[in-house]
């Protein structure tokens, strides 16, 4: 079985059907380019990816655990839901940085927060052992545990600001750590974007158009940022307008048209012998506007 | 003369001060939770707070002073509040329907990306509103809340329309005794409150200038 298994999604939007049963595969370290025309569901994939949007029908499993079924109802939960996104990363159009927080903070703001909420379970566990242990070992017991709950919350704190010290050298922002997102360029802020999306060590990496938002000088060093990631064995899923990106970067392409999945295979397939008339029209609609990198 | 006359009225004021300062403390946060009444998904929650809304905006507050002081004694025969009390809760309700409104212009100018952001990065609905919307909203709306909180400074004189001691009605009490120069003297502690609030407003957002929405 795949690493990723996505069957049969399906979304309407009020009579719109935008996903028309859509269902593919990934293994681990690939990528998995989708092209397409606008409005034809590749965001809506995404966005149904990452939990998003719920699709009306079809399954989801990473990993051999099924993360969505669309035929239980009852795992909508908000915290289950929660759980589950992190599996994802999403990387989005319009970078969706937090203007009121540095470089740094914006990729180490969620780390923390989920770290604080480990931090507390921790001691909620703590206090019921406390409470359960006999009376005269609780004061050796209670100074123990303050050890080593003050040991935890270093440690998390040094993990995470580490992890964002590298993330950052890996996006070429490191000099950039205390700047705000005003201050940089559409570029700058999408790589920034992608290291807090790793933050968090999704599997699956999602890119919404990375691109389309950035002035066409920019959307060069936002690719070769991806591009480096490929390297490094993050599967990745990447929306994109860029046909010469997706040929290159990617193991896997597959076209979508109208809620469909029209073509898929590798780059060769796809682009140089394209088997649906609608692939063929697109690439070559693409190639006439000159979508490329 | 001149003495006696600033400690009277200094005294008046204090009284608009205190209605002043205990309006904002309770109009502030239930402004924000009538704000997400009126955005509620819950369309009769909706529909009920956004009439209501509309009667406390579409009515004089002077009204609603005299509605709640002499309203429950009427209607039901209850004694009637403490004056100051009852100014208070005319006060409260009516800035609280005024703010929420501004509460609602600027959570809904926050682009959805913003919540999504947070989503993907696995943060509950409260850590979203909190760690990132909140500050954002607050920078969008200090200039139109500084307007609505200047305007209830000079709001707090209609507390005379119930006999509240505050520093138009002192004032007034020297001019019943053929005394003018107090009446006009009042605008001095006015301006002054509001030229530090102004001041302060100015402060809050340039402190807020550091970042951009």
Redesign the interface.
Known sequence: MAFLEVKNYRKKFGDNEVLKGVSFSLEKGEVLAVIGSSGGGKTTLLRCL???ETPDEGTLVLGGETLFDASEKAERA??AI??K??H???V?Q?F??????TVFKNIT??GM??AKAEYRQKKRDFAAVLAAAPKEERKKLKAQQKEILAEIRANQKRHIEEKAESLLARVGLSEKRGA???ELSGGQQQRVAIA??LA?NPDILCFDEPTSALDPELTGEVLKVIRGLKSSESTMIVVTHEMAFARSVADKVIFIADGEIAEEGTPEEVFASPKNEKTRAFLQRSLAAGGEE | MFWEVFVALSEGFLVSCELFVLTLLFALPLGLVVAFGSMSKFKPLRAVVRTFVWIIRGTPLMLQVIVIFYGPGLFFGWRALERLIAVLIAFVINYACYFSEIYRGGIESI?K??Y??????????A?IFF??IL??VV?RIVPPMSNEIITLVKDTSLARIISVVEVLFVAETYLLKGIIWPLFFTAVFYLAFVGVLTVLFHFIEKKLN????
């Open positions: 990452n939990f998003l908000e915290s929660r759980q996104r992190l994802f990363g999403l989005f319009q969706n940085l937090f203007p009121q927080y703001l969620a927060l989920l705000y997102p005003f807090r999306a968090l | 682009s990306g913003q999504e952001a947070g989503q993907v990065l696995g943060m509950t609905k850590q760690r990132v500050l954002q920078k550091y970042f951009r929405v």
